[in-house]
């Protein structure tokens, strides 16, 4: 059973940086597809950004210009770099590809 670990959440001030990495006990180039995912308390899980086996790559509205999804397939990594952090991005950031998912890294975002 492939697993996803995350890490690299933290706290940070508004207007700093984080970068989280989703290691996989797979091959991520099996993945047809891998994703970041946030859920923040009260709200549903939603997508961050996703990156395609190719290298394509969507995001949400509210992050685009500020994080980077990315992959490297040989240490078999994807990261998101964030950058511009705002309160709102404040979330439990959870990796995933198809059923599998990871167990999540916190971010707090302070004013």
């Known amino acids: 059973q492939v697993q996803l670990v995350e890490s690299g959440g933290g706290l940070v001030q508004a207007g700093g940086s984080l970068r989280l990495s989703c290691t996989s006990s797979?091959?991520?180039?099996?993945?047809?597809?891998m994703g970041w995912y946030r859920q923040a308390p009260g709200k549903q899980r939603e997508v961050v950004a996703r990156i395609t086996r190719g290298g394509s790559t969507d995001y949400a509205d509210s992050v685009k210009g500020r994080f980077t999804i990315s992959r490297d397939n040989a240490v078999n990594t994807v990261y998101l770099q964030m950058n511009s952090l705002k309160t709102e991005d404040t979330a439990v950031y959870y990796c995933g590809a198809g059923p599998i998912w990871g167990q999540g890294t916190q971010v707090t975002v302070s004013s």
């Open positions: 797979g091959r991520i180039a099996s993945f047809n597809l």
